[in-house]
């Protein structure tokens, strides 16, 4: 497959750190699913620089619609941040980049095993056990 622009941009954030090779085999096809989604939407920027911070709430949406794994889609924003603050966008600009779920530690198991459990991101209270 042909990377375009952006994902070639996207690509070479990860040039120079160490295990760049490795981190970039499994964010890109991460990427790729954020970039197919700003060409289909016709929002598809030239640079990463010019990337809509306004397409982050209805990619996630579009994540979320379609059944993606929350583990998925936190690996997902996590490598898209990763791009762009790499590509020089300064972190004020990351606010929309937020899953809508967040682990919440919940009392270890039996065995002494730490539990999580995903919650809503702006819940405060803990969930029952």
Known sequence: MQLGTLARQAAATFDGIHGGDAVRAA?????????????????????????????????IHHCEERGMPDDELH???????MILS??????????????????LRIANSATGEYRFVLVPRDRTDPPPV
């Open 27 to 59: 964010i890109m096809p991460l990427w790729m699913i954020y970039e197919t989604y700003l060409q289909q939407s016709g929002a598809l920027p030239a640079a990463l620089e010019e990337v809509p911070e306004a397409s982050f709430a209805a990619f």
């Open 75 to 81: 690996l997902m924003l996590a490598g898209m941040r």
């Open 86 to 103: 790499r590509s020089g966008w300064k972190p004020a600009r990351f606010a929309g980049l937020t899953a809508p779920r967040r682990r």
